[in-house]
């Protein structure tokens, strides 16, 4: 603390992500990371760029957003690209989620929401899950000015059907619907093709999860144009190049690369359901997951003390230290030896 801090920066509650430790042999299951190499391509369109670096990349990042665009059947003007998509969902809130009217969010979500509000003192409401953890549309039947769900959510990995978030869109057509996909490509429905449809409704994704590219930030947006729009001018008066020029080329080759995209996902998803029986015969709960990762939890054993004891054996899970999910471990979908590896310490503690 110093005098020189600002009454904002007092107010602060920063978002403390997942630790990154530098230690030899780790299994790393707590920050959802791709356990597989990026697209080949993608490594060799970065390793390609290095002789552009004198210049500015190009602010709009066009080639990236047609990418995108051709990928999810829309038009680039409608597709909006930053930093990681924690940098999108930040502009979302000072350009489309701060209003007089609470934002709604779910009182078990992405932790990063609540912190975001504080920053730009964007009033908000958290509507608890119910007693399954699964987000029940009807709760949202009460005062405010936009929602923002996670899909699947984030750290339960509970998904709603697309049709779902239809209903949603249309049962509040003056409230805009912002669907952060993280994790969407390991099983669930994108909310992508409801965009032509619906003006009051922007998708989020990333390329750190299902594209293993955490390291390169880049996330984006898929909106009608006049909340593109407002994200732009958002950006624009933040910073003009928040995607360097490899981000931009790595990107566009990993968007491109079906192949390799089809064939990692298949691999999770299959290394998840080996997971998930393997935790359940264990006597764990595992909620019903459609994400990269698995939440657990153990009736017989905390989910601090577990996860403690894992980490004393060369294996990090996500513990969060909050009421009601206090005994659950979050798990990554590691490689299958890694989620083996996991399994077989968790049945000499269990
Ligand atoms: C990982 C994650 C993000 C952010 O990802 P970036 O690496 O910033 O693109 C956003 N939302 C949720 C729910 C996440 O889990």
Same mark, same amino acid.
């Given at each position: 603390?110093? @005098?020189?801090?600002?009454?904002?920066?007092?107010?602060?509650?920063?978002?403390?992500?997942?630790?990154?430790?530098?230690?030899?042999?780790?299994?790393?299951?707590?920050?959802?990371?791709?356990?597989?190499?990026?697209?080949?391509?993608?490594?060799?369109?970065?390793?390609?760029?290095?002789?552009?670096?004198? $210049?500015?990349?190009?602010?709009?990042?066009?080639?990236?957003?047609?990418?995108?665009?051709?990928?999810?059947?829309?038009?680039?003007?409608?597709?909006?690209?930053?930093?990681?998509?924690?940098?999108?969902?930040?502009?979302?809130?000072?350009?489309?989620?701060?209003?007089?009217?609470?934002?709604?969010?779910?009182?078990?979500?992405?932790?990063?929401?609540?912190?975001?509000?504080?920053?730009?003192?964007?009033?908000?409401?958290?509507?608890?899950?119910?007693?399954?953890?699964?987000?029940?549309?009807?709760?949202?039947?009460?005062?405010?000015?936009?929602?923002?769900?996670?899909?699947?959510?984030?750290?339960?990995?509970?998904?709603?059907?697309?049709?779902?978030?239809?209903?949603?869109?249309?049962?509040?057509?003056?409230?805009?619907?912002?669907?952060?996909?993280?994790?969407?490509?390991?099983?669930?429905?994108?909310?992508?093709?409801?965009?032509?449809?619906?003006?009051?409704?922007?998708?989020?994704?990333?390329?750190?999860?299902?594209?293993?590219?955490?390291?390169? @930030?880049?996330?984006?947006?898929?909106?009608?144009?006049?909340?593109?729009?407002?994200?732009?001018?958002?950006?624009?008066?933040?910073?003009?190049?928040?995607?360097?020029?490899?981000?931009?080329?790595?990107?566009?080759?990993?968007?491109?690369?079906?192949?390799?995209?089809?064939?990692? @996902?298949?691999?999770?998803?299959?290394?998840?359901?080996? $997971?998930?029986?393997?935790?359940?015969?264990?006597?764990?709960?595992?909620?019903?997951?459609?994400?990269?990762?698995?939440?657990?939890?153990?009736?017989?054993?905390?989910?601090?003390?577990?996860?403690?004891?894992?980490?004393?054996?060369?294996? $990090?899970?996500?513990?969060?230290?909050?009421?009601?999910?206090?005994?659950?471990?979050?798990?990554?979908?590691?490689?299958?030896?890694?989620?083996?590896?996991?399994?077989?310490?968790?049945?000499?503690?269990?």
């Amino acid at each position: 603390m110093s @005098r020189f801090w600002s009454s904002v920066v007092h107010n602060l509650s920063p978002y403390v992500p997942g630790e990154q430790p530098k230690i030899d042999g780790l299994i790393k299951l707590n920050t959802n990371e791709n356990p597989y190499p990026p697209s080949p391509r993608a490594l060799a369109a970065i390793a390609a760029t290095a002789d552009r670096l004198r $210049l500015y990349p190009d602010p709009r990042a066009t080639a990236l957003r047609e990418a995108i665009a051709t990928r999810y059947g829309v038009t680039s003007d409608e597709v909006f690209v930053g930093n990681g998509s924690d940098e999108v969902l930040a502009h979302s809130f000072p350009a489309l989620l701060k209003h007089d009217a609470p934002l709604l969010f779910p009182d078990i979500t992405y932790s990063f929401y609540p912190v975001y509000c504080r920053l730009y003192g964007a009033r908000y409401e958290l509507v608890p899950l119910d007693a399954a953890m699964r987000i029940d549309l009807a709760d949202y039947r009460r005062p405010g000015s936009a929602i923002l769900l996670c899909n699947p959510n984030a750290p339960t990995g509970v998904a709603l059907p697309r049709a779902a978030i239809e209903a949603l869109v249309v049962e509040h057509p003056d409230r805009l619907v912002v669907v952060d996909e993280a994790y969407v490509d390991f099983g669930a429905e994108s909310a992508v093709p409801l965009v032509a449809r619906h003006d009051n409704l922007l998708v989020i994704q990333t390329l750190s999860k299902s594209r293993a590219l955490a390291g390169l @930030r880049v996330g984006f947006a898929i909106g009608q144009r006049p909340l593109i729009e407002a994200l732009e001018r958002v950006k624009d008066s933040f910073n003009s190049y928040p995607l360097d020029c490899f981000a931009i080329a790595g990107a566009v080759a990993a968007i491109e690369d079906d192949g390799w995209f089809d064939e990692t @996902r298949q691999r999770i998803v299959s290394s998840r359901e080996a $997971l998930v029986r393997g935790l359940s015969a264990l006597g764990f709960e595992v909620l019903p997951s459609l994400a990269n990762f698995v939440f657990a939890r153990h009736g017989g054993h905390r989910g601090a003390d577990l996860a403690a004891k894992l980490r004393e054996r060369g294996v $990090l899970v996500r513990h969060f230290q909050k009421p009601r999910i206090e005994d659950f471990l979050r798990i990554t979908v590691g490689t299958d030896d890694e989620c083996g590896r996991l399994i077989e310490l968790l049945r000499d503690m269990v």
